[in-house]
Structure formats: C-alpha cells, structure tokens
C-alpha cells in the first residue's frame, strides 16, 4: 500500500491544535485592505476552527484519515 501524499495547500493553510482539532484563516485578509472598516480588519485576525461537516475532507487532504 502506497503512502498518502499530503495535500500541499491544504499543509500550508490549516494547522492542528493540541486536542486534534483544525485551525484556519479567515479569508478576505490579504489585499484590497482600504474599503474595510478597522472592525473588519482586526476581526480577520483571529484564527477559527474549520466546520465539523468539513473536518474529515480537510483531515483526508491532511493525510491524517
């Protein structure tokens, strides 16, 4: 049985925590920063956890399922 490659985009995007559980980004960070509100911005920062009905698309990306 051949390993299973990880999924190049989805290392660089998500990160797991100590409990098993997934970390993500918020989108909408990156450019085109000066129509949105100080608000907008600062509530981009903060990274969430991805939805339970994707957890195991983005663990089988992860190699880790």
Request: charged share 30%; with cysteine.
């Amino acid at each position: 049985m051949p390993k299973i490659k990880t999924n190049s985009g989805a290392k660089k995007r998500f990160a797991l925590t100590g409990s098993g559980k997934i970390k993500r980004k918020h989108a909408f960070h990156s450019h085109i920063l000066t129509k949105k509100t100080k608000k907008q911005k600062r509530n981009l920062t903060h990274s969430g956890l991805i939805a339970k009905c994707d957890e195991n698309n983005v663990k089988s990306l992860l190699g880790l399922k």
